[in-house]
């Protein structure tokens, strides 16, 4: 995507490869207000690991590499680099709250089993 397509599809979560919810904007938003630094972004990315062979992560970052993609909605920056890009394609990153608590989720198409926890996952 060119700089003018990534401006316009962060304006139309459809258009994202990896799309981020309402609800995990939301929470996205709230937390680097929390933070106190306007540079902070949230770094989604895969790493090797975990029960399922892959494993997601979720840390506050303020550098990004010239072939990151970047989602904003909502007040939230999401930041991902290429080769996680290639393992979340069509995801969608939500935050869920239930009884047992709250977390960030990931629905990923490309994987093929995960664990219990939904953390990790293998493709």
């Given amino acids: ?10 304006n139309r979560p459809e258009l994202q490869p990896v799309i981020v919810t309402e609800s995990a904007a939301k929470r996205i938003a709230t ?7 306007p540079d ?4 989604v990315a895969v790493l090797g690991g975990g029960c399922s062979g ?14 990151d993609l970047v989602i904003a909605r909502d007040g939230a920056v999401v930041v991902i680099d290429s080769t996680s890009l ?4 069509g995801s969608q990153i939500d935050f869920v709250e239930d ?8 629905k990923n198409p490309n994987a093929s089993s995960s664990c219990g926890c939904g953390n990790s996952f293998s493709v």
């Avoid at 902070?40 to 770094?43: E, H, K, Q, T, W």
């Avoid at 290639?86 to 394609?89: A, F, K, M, P, Q």
């Fill in 1 to 10: 995507m060119t700089g003018l397509d990534r401006a316009d599809a962060g």
């Fill in 31 to 37: 937390l680097m207000s929390r933070e106190g630094n």
């Fill in 40 to 43: 902070l972004f949230l770094r």
């Fill in 54 to 67: 892959f494993q997601y992560t979720f840390n506050f970052d303020d550098a990004r590499t010239e072939d």
């Fill in 86 to 89: 290639d393992l979340l394609r």
């Fill in 99 to 106: 009884m047992v608590g709250s977390a960030f989720a990931v």
